[in-house]
């Protein structure tokens, strides 16, 4: 897969995911739908590894990056289904949004990264407000809302520190045999998580939008979504890759609101329009001041 290709397919995939997330979790319980993703996502990648004889390392060093990887898989995935049931797919996107954040945050800690500039604190209090502006509007903390918003910045937190976590181990093999060795170490957790939450196999109970959605989410959400973003995370710097943070919730608005008949009334603009504006501050003020010295030296 082309780096384009892998790059078009991820802002798509990641854009439309949420909304399958909260389709998918409508009649399937949310440990169970995650897991029935997964199995097909470990099944499919492992067909596709063997007739194309990619090779999966098994050794030290390649077992600790399925690890790191899986904890993005694992603990994000089921944190934004536990999500579902509370917040639309919009808001659930729009969150996500701040992994960059998040990701800066903890590559400070772990990688040993520089300080945070001033300007950065400043886009990022920018988007924490935008957002609590969107939470705000969509439920009062008494009512079951406030567990959503844990779960979902739980999803962004396992998501952000996995991925801080691949960029430390540095090892080089195919996409696909990182996607279906993480899928291999994630799935066995995910198949635990349904037993202790929910242990019920009720298929009398399950709606056609619901296993369509997690059809889609099995194929395109996981494994092709997953082999495309970990090509794009090897070939691109992280500026490109956080990138699409910035455009995939505009675009997971629009269709919870088309399809899924989503609100969005003003406050959701509001909020929405701080955050991506706090981390378009934080990709992209650095640029700001060269921007002024080229047009005064003309």
Known sequence: MSVSIAYLAVLLIWSTTPLGIVWSSESINPSLAVLLRMLIALVL??????????????????????????????????????????????????????????????????LAEPNISGMRKFSMAISLIGLAVVCSDNFNLADDGIYGVIFILMAVFFFSLSGVLVKSVSLAIHPLATTVGALSVATPLFLASWLLLDGTLPIETWQAKSLWATLYLGVFGSLIGFYAYF??????????????????????????????????????????????????????????????KKKLSR
Not at 80 to 108: C, E, H, N, Q, R
């Open 45 to 110: 990648g492992t067909l596709v590894i063997k007739i194309r004889n990619i090779h999966i390392p098994w050794h030290k060093q390649a077992v600790k990056l399925y690890s790191f990887s899986a904890l993005g898989i694992f603990g994000g995935m089921l944190c934004s289904y536990l999500s579902a049931a509370y917040l639309s797919s919009g808001i659930i996107s729009l969150v996500f949004g701040l992994s960059p954040v998040i990701s800066a945050l903890l590559a400070k800690k772990i």
């Open 231 to 292: 090509t794009v995370l090897q070939k691109l710097s992280a500026s490109n890759v956080t990138l699409i943070t910035l455009i995939t919730p505009v675009i997971a608005l629009t269709l919870g609101a088309v399809l899924n008949g989503e609100v969005i009334n003003d406050k959701l603009i509001l909020g929405a329009f701080m955050v991506l504006l706090g981390l378009s501050i934080y990709h992209f003020g650095h640029l700001l001041p060269r921007f002024k």
